[in-house]
């Protein structure tokens, strides 16, 4: 059974940091694509970014409004996806979704930039 | 970027009704790559359509992805009492990957 589980997520000051991880299982990870997805309470899905797998270069995309700011990265050896988040704003409060291969979601983790 | 516009932004249907849901793209989706979700409130998306026409594993057949270039079309021939929810559009053919905005199906 394929499992991505979330976690990091929590309360933090605009300008502060955290670190979500999402860790893999029922899968080959290594072979897949990962995303992140986030949800700002009572809105729409937003994109975040992507990492390919290595062997298709391993390419990492940002959406425009984290690019700079957010880092993705990826430990095969571990099976866990990692969103790195720096300079938060309040406007990145939102529900944090790992995603892989298009269908294969998380429950997803809440960030809360606050105040 | 490629922007997705979905419309309606709400239908409102019976249960047995047909329900025809669109997205429409800012320039063309490269190799349709265009999926389509089902998100109830608070559960994550579920995948329905990638490839803009081909249905996820576990799919029932009563929903259909059609379309092509910069028009595609989301079809529940039949909605049953659990189809009550939001759908959204995604393309991933081109990078940044991008959502449409939603559109909610709700019971009439």
């Known amino acids: 059974e394929v499992q991505l589980v979330e976690s990091g997520g929590g309360l933090v000051k605009p300008g502060g940091s955290l670190r979500l991880s999402c860790a893999a299982s029922?899968?080959?990870?290594?072979?897949?694509?990962m995303t992140w997805v986030r949800q700002a309470p009572g809105k729409g899905l937003e994109w975040v970014g992507r990492i390919k797998r290595k062997t298709d270069g391993g390419t990492i995309d940002y959406a425009a409004p984290v690019k700079g700011r957010f880092t993705i990265s990826r430990d095969d050896s571990e099976n866990t996806l990692f969103l790195q988040m720096n300079s938060l704003k309040t406007e990145d409060t939102a529900v944090y979704y790992c995603?892989?291969?298009?269908?294969?979601w998380g429950q997803g983790t809440p960030v809360t930039v606050s105040s | 970027e490629i922007v997705l516009t979905q419309s309606p932004g709400t239908l409102s249907l019976s249960p047995g009704e047909r329900a025809t849901l669109s997205c429409r793209a800012s320039q063309t989706v490269s190799s349709s790559y265009l999926a389509w979700y089902q998100q109830k409130p608070g559960q994550a998306p579920r995948l329905l359509i990638y490839?803009?026409?081909t249905r996820a594993t576990g799919i029932p057949d009563r929903f259909s992805g059609s379309g092509s270039a910069t028009d595609f079309t989301l079809t529940i021939s039949r909605l049953e009492p659990e189809d009550f929810a939001v759908y959204y559009c995604q393309q991933y053919g081109s990078s940044p990957w991008t959502f449409g905005q939603g559109t909610k199906v709700e019971i009439k």
């Open positions: 029922g899968f080959t990870f290594s072979d897949a694509w």
């Open positions: 995603t892989a291969s298009l269908g294969y």
């Open positions: 490839g803009a026409s």
